[in-house]
């Protein structure tokens, strides 16, 4: 197995988007070849810009000491994309990330019932009751929640789960040192006590805008299925649905009133053939098969009765 800084050395070269890195190891196998290889090599293999090759030429390391003496420092530890551990549903996406940084327990993702949970920002009374409510009956249920930590929907959900008594995992858009929003440190510190939180980007990056996109690929690539709880008609959260749909994942979301501009994605999801999440088993149902030993029953609700006439 390659050095870890030589992992971190490659993901920090610039001008070599994922897949390109991909095909550098496909090519030579590991990054410590990569980082061995001349300029002529590079060359031959065709697709790289000038910068990409000028970037694969500076061999320093100083830069992956540093970062993995943050690691060291902060309990930060580095799942790689050849790790025996790395999640087989990752590896699977288009541009899987070369590595991730993670706190907290680890997950046999594989063999998780994993949803991601998306949503606005800026919710509704509405949605933030039916993220809170959705996250426990899934947690209680045996799924395994999966969202960002952004105020909103991503929040309530990490919190809904929580209070359900089940561990959740979050994919965060910058250094796991770095708290965003800043008021959110104690549900940081909650995530990574009893769940776990991943990154691709090491300690000491700040959150920027164009990492969310990124990251929200992540997201889905863990999960089975994606459900968005409360969306505009255009919006990141259906960025992640995209991801999801091109990752072959189920897609589900919650409905809303027919003229609320914050249920109008989630309407429009629906009416295009996701699944309508109005209680947990609308979800898990798709699952019960796959994983039998995973899903614990919890007392249904009555069954419906219509109002005497």
Same mark, same amino acid.
């Given at each position: 197995?390659?050095?870890?800084?030589?992992?971190?050395?490659?993901?920090?070269?610039?001008?070599?988007?994922?897949?390109?890195?991909?095909?550098?190891?496909?090519?030579?196998?590991?990054?410590?070849?990569?980082?061995?290889?001349?300029?002529?090599?590079?060359?031959?293999?065709?697709?790289?810009?000038?910068?990409?090759?000028?970037?694969?030429?500076?061999?320093?390391?100083?830069?992956?000491?540093?970062?993995?003496?943050?690691?060291?420092?902060?309990?930060?530890?580095?799942?790689?994309?050849?790790?025996?551990?790395?999640?087989?549903?990752? &590896?699977?996406?288009?541009?899987?990330? /070369?590595?991730?940084?993670? &706190?907290?327990?680890?997950?046999?993702?594989?063999?998780?019932?994993?949803?991601? /949970?998306?949503?606005?920002? &800026?919710?509704?009374?509405?949605?933030?009751?039916?993220?809170?409510?959705?996250?426990?009956?899934?947690?209680?249920?045996?799924?395994?929640?999966?969202?960002? /930590?952004?105020?909103?929907?991503?929040?309530?959900?990490?919190?809904?789960?929580?209070?359900?008594?089940?561990?959740?995992?979050?994919?965060?858009?910058?250094?796991?040192?770095?708290?965003?929003?800043?008021?959110?440190?104690?549900?940081?510190?909650?995530?990574?006590?009893?769940?776990? /939180?991943?990154?691709?980007?090491?300690?000491?990056?700040?959150?920027?805008?164009?990492?969310?996109?990124?990251?929200?690929?992540?997201?889905?690539?863990?999960?089975?299925?994606?459900?968005?709880?409360?969306?505009?008609?255009?919006?990141?959260?259906?960025?992640?649905?995209?991801?999801?749909?091109?990752?072959?994942?189920?897609?589900?979301?919650?409905?809303?009133?027919?003229?609320?501009?914050?249920?109008?994605?989630?309407?429009?999801?629906?009416?295009?053939?996701?699944?309508?999440?109005?209680?947990?088993?609308?979800?898990?149902?798709?699952?019960?098969?796959?994983?039998?030993?995973?899903?614990?029953?919890?007392?249904?609700?009555?069954?419906?009765?219509?109002?005497?006439?």
């Amino acid at each position: 197995m390659s050095n870890l800084k030589h992992w971190i050395w490659l993901t920090q070269r610039r001008g070599i988007p994922g897949q390109i890195a991909v095909r550098l190891l496909e090519r030579f196998g590991s990054p410590e070849q990569i980082h061995a290889a001349d300029r002529g090599a590079f060359e031959t293999l065709g697709g790289l810009s000038g910068e990409a090759v000028r970037s694969l030429m500076e061999k320093s390391l100083d830069g992956a000491d540093r970062i993995l003496g943050d690691c060291d420092r902060l309990g930060i530890r580095l799942l790689t994309l050849q790790d025996a551990t790395y999640p087989e549903r990752l &590896k699977a996406i288009h541009q899987p990330p /070369m590595v991730l940084y993670w &706190k907290g327990r680890q997950f046999a993702f594989d063999e998780e019932v994993a949803i991601a /949970m998306v949503g606005a920002r &800026k919710a509704t009374p509405y949605g933030v009751d039916t993220a809170s409510r959705l996250a426990g009956e899934l947690s209680r249920r045996g799924a395994l929640i999966v969202s960002g /930590m952004a105020e909103g929907i991503d929040a309530t959900a990490v919190r809904g789960a929580l209070k359900a008594g089940g561990p959740v995992v979050s994919v965060i858009a910058g250094g796991l040192d770095r708290i965003y929003p800043a008021f959110h440190r104690e549900l940081y510190e909650d995530v990574a006590a009893v769940g776990a /939180m991943f990154s691709e980007y090491p300690p000491g990056t700040e959150h920027r805008g164009s990492h969310f996109p990124i990251r929200n690929r992540i997201l889905s690539g863990l999960s089975v299925g994606v459900i968005a709880v409360e969306s505009a008609r255009a919006s990141g959260t259906l960025l992640t649905i995209g991801h999801a749909l091109d990752q072959d994942r189920e897609v589900f979301a919650v409905p809303g009133p027919i003229d609320a501009p914050d249920s109008a994605g989630c309407n429009r999801l629906i009416r295009d053939g996701a699944g309508l999440a109005a209680e947990g088993w609308d979800i898990l149902r798709d699952f019960q098969e796959r994983f039998p030993d995973k899903l614990r029953p919890v007392k249904d609700l009555p069954s419906w009765t219509p109002l005497p006439t």
